[in-house]
C-alpha cells in the first residue's frame, strides 16, 4: 500500500461525510431560493457544484500533505492578505470585492483564515526562539497587533459582518494558545467597557448601516413601531417565513399557491440564495429540515474539536479550534438573524450559501482539520533531529516528545499551550 493511499483510507470519514452532505444540500437549496434571478436557479446550482469539485480538490491536496508544511505559507498568506485588503479599500463597489481573471473574491474571508493560521504558527514558534517570547504578556501582544491591524481594515470597509467574525476566533485562539485565564477574564471586562463608546462613537463613523441595523433590531425586540416596507421589510419577511413553516414546511420549489412567500418574492429575492438561503430552506422544509442541517452542522464542528484533542502540536490544535470558531460564528449569526436573535448582517451560511470563493475557503479550512487528523502520529523530522534531553523529572529520556503523550489525558500536568 502506497503512502498516499494509507494516507486516504486514513481520512477521518465522520468529518467528510457531514460535509458532503451540507454541500450537496446546499446545491439543491440554492436552486430553489435564486430561481426569480434572471439566470434562473439552475444556473447558480451549476456553478457551485463547480466551485465544489474544485474545492474538493483543495481539500484532498491540504488534507494529503502535511499540514506543517502549510504553516510556513502563514506569514506570506498573511500579508498578501493585507495587500489585498488593502486593495479592496480602493475598489468603488458596495461589498469591496475584487475581481481576478474573471473571479469575483471578498478578501476579508481570506484575511481570517490567513490571520488565524498566522497567529497559530507564531504562538508555537515564540518560545522556541526565546523563553520570554512564551510570556502570556507577549502572547497577547502578538495576538492583538496580528488581529487588530486586519480587523481595523475591515470596519473601515464598512463591512461589520466579517469583522465581528474576528472576536470569537481571537479569542479561541488565545484560549487554546495557553494564554492564562485572569489575562482572558480581564481582556473580556475591557471589551466589555468599551462597548458604549464603540458604538456610540466609532461604529457611526466607520459604518453606518451598521449602526442602523442594530437600532433597527433593538426597536423590533422591544416591539416598536418599524417600517415593515422600508428598513424592516427584510427582517420582518424572513421571520415570517421561518415562522410559517411549521413543523414539515410547505415543500421544496413550492409555489404561491402552497403557501410560499418566497415565490412571491418577499423574502429578498436578490440574495436569497445567499444571506438569507436559511429562511428558504426553513420555508420549504419547515422546522425537521432546519433542526437536521444544524444538527449536521454540530456533527462537523464537535468531530473537529475531537480532532483537535490529538493534534501533536500546539499550532495545530490552534488552527482546528479557529476553525470551529470561524464556522459557529458564520452559524449562529446567520441562522441568528433570521429568527430575530441577532441584527441582519450579511454574511453566508458555510458549505449551504451560493459563495464560490467562500466555498473554496470553506473547504481549505476542512482539508487542514484532516490533515491534522492524518498526520497527529507523524514526528515532524525537526523533532527527531533535536538532542536527548531529560524529562522534567529526570526518569527518562525523550527524544521530539509529542504534547500529550504517553499519558490518558494529554493536559494532565501540564500548563496551557506548553511546548515540549
Given at each position: ?5 494509507r ?75 493585507l495587500?489585498?485588503?488593502v ?25 481570517v ?21 512564551g510570556?502570556p ?8 497587533v ?26 479561541v ?28 462613537i466609532?461604529?457611526?463613523s ?17 416591539d416598536r ?28 420549489m413550492?409555489?404561491?399557491n402552497?403557501?410560499s ?11 436569497a ?7 428558504v ?10 433542526l ?20 501533536r ?108
Amino acid at each position: 500500500m502506497t503512502p498516499l493511499l494509507r494516507k486516504f483510507l486514513g481520512l477521518n470519514w465522520v468529518l467528510l461525510f457531514p460535509m458532503l452532505g451540507l454541500i450537496v444540500f446546499g446545491v439543491f437549496s440554492i436552486e430553489s431560493a435564486a430561481r426569480h434571478l434572471p439566470q434562473g436557479g439552475e444556473y447558480y446550482a451549476d456553478r457551485q457544484k463547480m466551485w465544489a469539485i474544485l474545492g474538493g480538490g483543495v481539500y484532498l491536496i491540504t488534507a494529503l500533505l502535511d499540514y506543517r508544511w502549510i504553516k510556513y505559507l502563514a506569514l506570506p498568506m498573511y500579508l498578501a492578505g493585507l495587500g489585498l485588503m488593502v486593495a479592496a479599500m480602493f475598489v468603488d463597489n458596495e461589498v469591496h470585492q475584487l475581481n481576478f481573471a474573471g473571479v469575483s473574491f471578498q478578501p476579508a474571508q481570506f484575511m481570517v483564515v490567513a490571520g488565524f493560521i498566522a497567529m497559530a504558527m507564531m504562538l508555537q514558534q515564540m518560545p522556541r526562539l526565546h523563553p520570554l517570547l512564551g510570556l502570556p504578556i507577549v502572547k497577547i501582544s502578538m495576538i492583538a497587533v496580528m488581529s487588530l491591524v486586519p480587523f481595523g481594515l475591515v470596519a473601515l470597509m464598512g463591512d461589520m459582518g466579517s469583522a465581528l467574525v474576528w472576536l470569537p476566533v481571537v479569542g479561541v485562539v488565545m484560549l487554546t494558545g495557553g494564554i492564562p485565564f485572569r489575562y482572558l477574564s480581564f481582556i473580556l471586562l475591557v471589551g466589555l467597557a468599551m462597548i458604549p463608546p464603540l458604538f456610540f462613537i466609532i461604529l457611526p463613523s466607520a459604518s453606518e448601516r451598521g449602526t442602523q441595523r442594530i437600532e433597527l433590531y433593538l426597536d423590533m425586540l422591544n416591539d416598536r413601531e418599524v417600517d415593515i416596507q422600508g428598513d424592516a421589510y427584510a427582517p420582518h419577511y424572513i421571520g415570517m417565513a421561518v415562522g410559517k413553516a411549521g413543523y414539515k414546511g410547505v415543500g421544496y420549489m413550492a409555489d404561491a399557491n402552497k403557501g410560499s412567500i418566497h415565490d412571491k418574492k418577499y423574502i429578498p429575492w436578490k440574495t436569497a440564495h445567499n444571506d438569507f438561503i436559511f429562511a428558504v430552506i426553513a420555508e420549504e422544509w419547515g422546522f425537521q429540515g432546519s433542526l437536521l442541517m444544524i444538527i449536521v452542522y454540530a456533527v462537523l464542528l464537535i468531530q473537529a474539536l475531537f480532532i483537535s484533542y490529538y493534534s501533536r502540536d500546539l499550532s495545530g490544535q490552534v488552527i482546528v479550534c479557529a476553525v470551529v470558531a470561524l464556522f459557529f460564528a458564520h452559524i449562529f449569526e446567520n441562522i441568528g438573524m433570521h429568527i430575530r436573535i441577532m441584527p441582519i448582517t450579511g454574511i453566508p451560511l458555510p458549505l449551504v450559501s451560493y459563495s464560490g470563493t467562500f466555498l473554496l475557503m470553506c473547504m481549505f479550512m476542512l482539508g487542514f482539520i484532516q490533515s491534522v487528523w492524518v498526520h497527529r502520529n507523524v514526528v515532524p523530522a525537526e523533532d527527531i533531529s533535536k538532542p536527548i534531553t531529560l524529562s522534567r523529572r529526570g526518569r527518562r529520556q525523550i527524544i521530539g516528545k509529542r504534547r500529550g503523550e504517553g499519558r490518558t489525558n494529554p493536559n494532565e500536568r501540564t500548563q496551557r499551550g506548553e511546548a515540549l
